[in-house]
């Protein structure tokens, strides 16, 4: 099993479309999580950070799910500008950050 | 302005040429990394640091190597025992767990 899973799409949505992502991983002792934006051609940028308790900023929402291993990311009234690749990426204290392998969004007027 | 450089952006290597990325980062983050990223595929780990005199391989480690002489500064080293290295090259740094990226290096073999 890989340690970080993602499926990798495309997600084809229309504008205003709610879309979901789903991330799950291996290591139950991982500590740190988030979702990054990769734009093509270009290095990744952080999105937002995960936390057990949920979070939100804007359109873009985050959970933790630690008992069943994944995390998420929904985003909502999608915007042509949010067409990108979203990766997950999981952290433990002391070792490297572990990237998947994206998932493709592209909105679509 | 805090921020981590990577240079040069394009790079063309010879055949049996090594050649060495640079990476350096002024946000006083202990730990660096270097990924590789091939077109449509994610990004796979070829070594990490998490302080300085310290390094780990990562999933990709042969026909690279590293240093970590100075806290600010990772480069990577691309060998000639590396037999496929054109590829998007990703540096980054963290404190703790949120990376930050370069604009990463873009190596080509000609």
């Known amino acids: 099993r890989k340690e970080v899973e993602q499926d990798p799409g495309p997600f084809n949505v229309p504008e205003g479309a709610t879309v979901a992502f789903n991330c799950t991983y291996s290591n139950s002792a991982s500590q740190s999580f988030f979702w990054y934006r990769q734009d093509c051609r270009k290095e990744p940028k952080l999105l937002m950070s995960?936390?057990?308790s949920g979070n939100e900023d804007g359109r873009f929402t985050a959970q933790l799910n630690r008992a069943s291993q994944y995390i998420s990311l929904l985003i909502r009234d999608s915007k042509l500008s949010d067409s990108a690749t979203y990766l997950c990426?999981?952290?433990?204290?002391?070792?490297?950050?572990?990237f998947g392998k994206g998932t493709t969004l592209s909105v679509s007027s | 302005d805090g921020g981590i450089t990577q240079s040069p952006k394009y790079l063309f290597r010879k055949e049996g040429q090594n050649v060495t990325l640079s990476c350096e980062q002024n946000l006083n983050h202990d730990a660096m990394y270097w990924y590789r990223q091939d077109p449509g595929q994610g990004l796979r780990l070829i070594y990490y640091s998490q302080i300085v005199n310290d390094f780990q391989k990562g999933d990709i480690a042969e026909g690279y190597s590293v240093s970590r002489e100075k806290k600010e500064s990772f480069p990577l080293t691309v060998t000639s025992a590396q037999k496929n290295p054109t590829a998007f090259y990703l540096c980054?740094?963290?404190?703790?767990?949120?990376?930050?990226f370069g604009q990463g290096t873009r190596l080509t073999v000609v």
């Open positions: 990426v999981v952290n433990q204290a002391g070792t490297a950050l572990i």
């Open positions: 980054a740094s963290s404190h703790p767990g949120q990376a930050f």
């Open positions: 995960v936390y057990s």
